[in-house]
Nanobody, 128 residues
Framework: QVQLAESGGGSVQPGGSLRLSCAASEYSYNDFALAWFRRAPGKEREGVAMISYNGATTFYADSVAGRFIISRDGARNTISLQMNALKPDDTAMYYC?????????????????????WGQGTQVTVSS
């Protein structure tokens, strides 16, 4: 019964930075964190970034490319999301996703239905 849990959310001014982390409750060969999604009020949940099981390949939404960096480390395959140059449009609930059920990652990494494990989310608010 692997569970994912996010941390690191908060409130910042435009141009500020935050670092989110997602840790699994235990190590699992099949169930581990892979991606970050977010959902803003009144909008659909969207993929933000994804990192492969071995950390060798990453994907980013166009809206965050060049500002956000996803990484992986640790025996439990913890993933992090370093968010820089934050904008008001980045305000959303951020979710950690894992348990990939699809085939190749690209371009299906954006499809939330390909993931079977989700964290409860951490709120990020960017405002002046």
């Amino acid at each position: 019964q692997v569970q994912l849990a996010e941390s690191g959310g908060g409130s910042v001014q435009p141009g500020g930075s935050l670092r989110l982390s997602c840790a699994a409750s235990e190590y699992s060969y099949n169930d581990f964190a892979l991606a970050w999604f977010r959902r803003a009020p009144g909008k659909e949940r969207e993929g933000v970034a994804m990192i492969s099981y071995n950390g060798a390949t990453t994907f980013y939404a166009d809206s965050v490319a060049g500002r956000f960096i996803i990484s992986r480390d640790g025996a439990r395959n913890t993933i992090s999301l370093q968010m820089n140059a934050l904008k008001p449009d980045d305000t959303a609930m951020y979710y950690c996703a894992g348990g990939w059920t699809g085939g190749v990652y690209a371009p299906a990494w954006r499809d939330e239905n390909k993931y079977r494990l989700w964290g409860q989310g951490t709120q990020v608010t960017v405002s002046s």
